[in-house]
Every structure is written in C-alpha cells, then in structure tokens.
C-alpha cells in the first residue's frame, strides 16, 4: 500500500492520519516517508478510516477474466474480458429501418 499517494488523493496530512488512527506521529511518518509497512492491527485500521480510488493494473486478456492489481492499495479484483453480445446487433447485412428518411 502506498499511504503516500492514499493520503494525496484524500486531502489528509500525515499529523491528521496520526490523530485519526490513534497512533504515533512517527508511525505514520514512517509508513509514508520510508516506506515501512503498517503491522496488520494497523492495517486494518488504516483500511477503514481511508478509502482507496483504486488504479487498477489489469493484465492482459487471455480467456473470459483478467485479474487486476490496484496499484495503490494492492487489492486483487477479477475483470472480465467481454460481454455477452447478440448476434443481431452484429451483422454485415446493412440494416432496413422502414420508417427512416434520407436526409440530403
């Protein structure tokens, strides 16, 4: 998780985040300016006071899903590759609309 970036996107400072978790100033101080990762009692907490906008990473496609990593938070999300279409809206016959006008 990049509390850096989740902070930039929710408008809180590193003294606010603190104060919000109840934890020390120097803990979140480090998760965002060294890159220590949050102990998971931390995590958690840090999970329900900041709200991600997931980027996500989705790899390629190759079958009906692709998994997809949120580069901030690192959730794991399956997406899928295509949708169900109907075989009428796609034809190579031109379609006859009776009730259309030709505009000139």
């Known amino acids: 998780m990049n ?3 989740l902070l930039q996107e929710q408008g809180l400072s590193v003294r606010q985040l603190a104060a919000e ?5 120097k803990t979140v101080q480090d998760w965002v300016y060294r890159g220590v990762v949050p102990s ?7 999970d329900e006071v ?3 906008t997931h980027h996500w990473i989705i790899e390629a496609a190759n079958g009906p899903v692709s998994n997809g990593k949120c ?3 690192g959730e794991v999300k399956e997406f899928s590759n ?3 279409i109907r075989s009428a809206s796609w034809t190579s016959q031109p379609q006859q609309y009776p009730n259309a006008t030709r505009q000139k």
Do not use: F
């Not at 998971?40 to 840090?46: H, I, V």
């Open 82 to 84: 295509s949708t169900e």
């Open 3 to 5: 509390v850096k970036s």
């Open 40 to 46: 998971p009692a931390n995590q958690a907490k840090l």
């Open 21 to 25: 978790l109840e934890v020390p100033l």
């Open 71 to 73: 580069r901030l938070c």
């Open 50 to 52: 900041v709200a991600c």
